[in-house]
């Protein structure tokens, strides 16, 4: 087990699109236990992708089982996941551990199903909603070389939930 | 002369301010950090920190041809940088009201009296000219939860102002 470097912002290697991960072995297992304790280690992250840590295989971390009042499927090691429904859209703010002291809202779909291999190769199909939705979008995107400031809105956009007005 | 400045420049919109003011400041060997520009009533406003290479007397004198030029009016004020300390907002209050008076004083009073801390506020008036709506976009920080601000703010809703206050929960992944 290790905590491994996080790439930063301007990494370019950050911008690389990560391969499909082909054998699911021990060195994989070893490889998801040192990147979910690379998670730990952090800033309360709720998920990571392997291409933020060097290794440029579609491979994604998420747990958001830890926060207060928020659906969710468990921890979740994610491999060569694929979106295969979009519903919806919402904005929401965000930050990444390799884009130290930013925050930015982005638009991302609010519900979203996504089939992905565990890490013994089974196949598994999820249906995900609001925060840990989200979290699999910006997960996902670090496997396309893309980073949520990449997305990033501006802050007046209001495209929050909105109330009737009553004149 | 400080590390930073804050400089500020107001004039009336038109398409080239930016690129004119920033191109001066940028010969002179000066950065820029954190910036806010926006259009306010007609008049372009740009508020940005500007790192400080160069004395006050020789920024304001480079930058004078082009306030002239452009007329802009400046104010420069010495500052800390304190880049890198984003404080990040764990709530958000939107407001919609019919426009009157003291709307922004009567919200933000509450807000300051639960030790909301701004730190941004944007605000815009809209609907029909002689039914003008006023929409305003608070996101800050304050230590109560969200059940007693909200109750906080209620008093506002019996008088025809929609006040709605939210989480902002920021994932980081």
Known sequence: MAILEILKLPDERLKQVSEPVESFGQDLRDFIADLEETRQAGPAAVGIAAPQVGRFQRIVILDVSTRPKTPNNGYLV????EIVHWEGYAMGREGCLSVPDYTGNVIRATQIRLKAHDAEGGLHEYAMEGFEARAAQHEIDHLDGLLFVDRVVSRRTDLYRRKVYKS | MSEWNL????????PGIVSRVTRVICELGCNLGEASMIRLGGNFTIMMMVSGEQPDEALLAALAPVAEEMDLRIH????HGGLH????PNYQVRVVGADRAGIVADVTEILASRGFNILELESDVAGELDRPVYIMSIQGYCGDTLESLDAALAPLRERDVSVDVSPVDVLIG
Do not use: E, K, Q, Y
């Not at chain 2, 420069?76 to 500052?79: A, E, G, M, T, Y």
């Not at chain 2, 300390?85 to 990040?88: E, I, K, R, T, Y």
């Open chain 2, 76 to 79: 420069l004020d010495p500052s």
């Open chain 2, 7 to 14: 400089l500020t420049l107001v004039g009336a919109d038109r």
């Open chain 1, 78 to 81: 994610l491999i060569n996941p």
């Open chain 2, 85 to 88: 300390h984003h404080l990040v």
